[in-house]
């Protein structure tokens, strides 16, 4: 048993101060609008946060785009908000890209890169580049729907004159 805790104090004494320190930060960033096209700006709103509470300022974040071999990085600058930075990311073509943000919270040796869901980027100006197919089918097969069962409770409803008697 002392031999087991011998141990743990040497690992304990091991484990650099700073480690325990509070050394990381989380990056907040809502995925750009649906209507967004090629060439389009977003106006990425980056908030870095310490322990995913305090504001973190001073610091020097990017917002990387990639699609396939196609990669971009983008410098936020700081806004008038403590902890929010803006980066104006535009995606050079359609398709299907990931993004993630580098919080440049250096302190500690803390910094990270934070990934992302995948977005769609579309045509541009048409809330995600072209017609609504499904929507629009789900939609008037609905209709049809509620029409024919109409019909049939009317056909079912119907009041019908007793036969004449001579």
Known sequence: ?????????????????????????????GPPDDGIGPG??????????????????????????????????????????PGVYLAKVVFPSAGTWSYSVYDGFTQYGGAKTHGFPNVTIGT????????????????FAALLAAAGLVLLLLRRLRVRAPAPTH
Do not use: C, Y
């Open 1 to 29: 048993m002392r031999k087991l805790l011998f141990a743990l104090t040497l690992v304990a004494l091991a484990v650099p101060a700073s480690a325990l320190a509070g050394g990381w930060a989380t990056a907040g960033l």
């Open 40 to 81: 389009d700006t977003w106006n990425a709103k980056v908030t870095i946060l310490q322990h995913g509470m305090t504001p973190l300022s001073g610091l020097h974040p990017t917002v990387t785009i990639q699609n396939g071999s196609t990669s971009k990085t983008f410098q936020a600058t700081a806004t008038d908000e």
């Open 124 to 139: 541009g100006g048409t809330g995600g580049g072209g017609f609504p197919v499904v929507p629009t089918t789900v939609g």
